[in-house]
């Protein structure tokens, strides 16, 4: 049972270049989260899906879009990259019974 | 002001100490808490949640909760090296999200 899985674990752009950070989850689950860490910031949200087909905006969702693609995906999107968006990405998905969730390995990005 | 706080720490204990990790919080609609653990390059993982009231006990760890005075305990009995990581307080806030604290990192030495 791999639980959530991120792609890529490291990756460095350039200012101005674009990419897609991939998840995905087998545990069946309708929610799924994209956050961002960063030191002296905690976690933060960039955007959620409540359920396929359905996505709605965190506390700091400029700069990013997201797809939901089915209900084991949810990707996010940097179109124009900015060395601001320099962090560590993590997906998540929630288990609705208790509400827990569930974190995938992270992303660590980089923007010269 | 933010919804969750935390020190940051680090925490330096012995192997053998009685840890106490701290959370503050200012929105009195929070119902019940989760503490998630951080190790070194990870994602967080749930530790335990407690609701709004008394304690609850899970092996080495205590979660207690003060909601009269909006604070938030985790105690760790008998620490270990393999207790270093970062302690993350995080409230549900409605249905579908947590609020995170920035954590407390821990470190705990043989």
């Known amino acids: 049972n791999a639980g959530v899985t991120q792609t890529p674990k490291f990756q460095v752009l350039k200012t101005g270049q674009s990419m897609t950070l991939q998840c995905a989850q087998d545990?069946?689950?309708?929610?799924m989260y994209w956050y961002r860490q960063d030191p002296g910031m905690g976690l933060r949200l960039i955007y959620y899906?409540?359920?396929?087909?359905?996505?709605d905006k965190g506390e700091v969702p400029n700069g990013y879009n997201v797809s939901r693609l089915n209900k084991r995906e949810f990707s996010l999107r940097l179109e124009s990259a900015a060395p601001s968006q320099t962090s560590v990405y993590f997906c998540?998905?929630?288990?609705?019974?208790?509400?827990?969730?569930?974190f995938g390995p992270g992303t660590r990005l980089t923007v010269t | 002001q933010k919804e969750v706080e935390q020190d940051p720490g680090p925490l330096s204990v012995p192997e053998g100490a009685i840890v106490s990790l701290n959370c503050t919080y200012s929105?009195?609609?929070?119902?019940?808490f989760m503490w998630y653990r951080q190790y070194s390059r990870k994602g967080p993982e749930l530790l335990m949640y407690?609701?709004?009231?008394g304690n609850k006990e899970d092996g080495r760890f205590t979660a207690q909760v003060d909601k009269s005075s909006k604070y938030i305990s985790l105690f760790i009995r008998d620490s270990q090296p393999s207790d270093s990581a970062t302690y993350l307080c995080?409230?549900?806030?409605?249905?579908?999200?947590?609020?995170f604290g920035t954590g407390t990192r821990l470190l705990v030495s043989p």
């Open positions: 998540a998905s929630r288990y609705a019974g208790t509400g827990e969730q569930y």
């Open positions: 545990m069946n689950h309708n929610s």
């Open positions: 899906s409540a359920s396929e087909g359905t996505t």
């Open positions: 929105n009195s609609a929070f119902q019940y």
């Open positions: 407690t609701y709004s009231s």
């Open positions: 995080a409230p549900p806030r409605g249905f579908q999200k947590l609020v």
